[in-house]
């Protein structure tokens, strides 16, 4: 028998690769997880002062708290998916080169404003690392972390999708709801 030169390479099971899939991955489970517990607190408590005639006085600080992480942990995401309002008239009706480069702008322009709310969203948070949340009498400034952190996982989302995004090979999502199988009707 004669053996073969020919290599296949192995076909990845998704289009992200390695650390990139490793960080969407990790990101994901952070937003879920948060959106587990922020269900679990409000179901227990309106359980708690509905039916057992109390309330858990916590829970409605730490759902709000994280619903804000929820929100700005699930932007980068969003981001990634083109989930994100865009009027997109003026590229459409551009030419590849100049839509190319309107893209590259729109890149540049979202970093800067990603780059400043990180810096700006810090400063925040240590000016008001001293004050005390009402209920859990935790430092305010954790709290308002989640504006700094979750617009540095923005802008590492959108470096690791800036090459695609500029040469228009991501698709916009037009809706959020699924095809329809029409054969399975």
Known sequence: MASSN?????VPSSPLHGPELAFVRANEAVVVTMGAVMVGLVVANVFCRYVLNFSVIWAEEVSQYLMVWITFLGAGLALRQGRHVAVEMLQDRLAAQ???QLRRGVLLA???FLVTTVVLGFRFAWFARDMATPVLNIPLGIPYLAVPIGALLAAIH???IARDYSAGRLETPHSIEPPIDEDAI
């Open 158 to 160: 959108l470096l690791l």
């Open 110 to 112: 979202l970093f800067a």
């Open 98 to 100: 100049p839509r190319r």
């Open 6 to 10: 020919i290599v296949t390479p192995a």
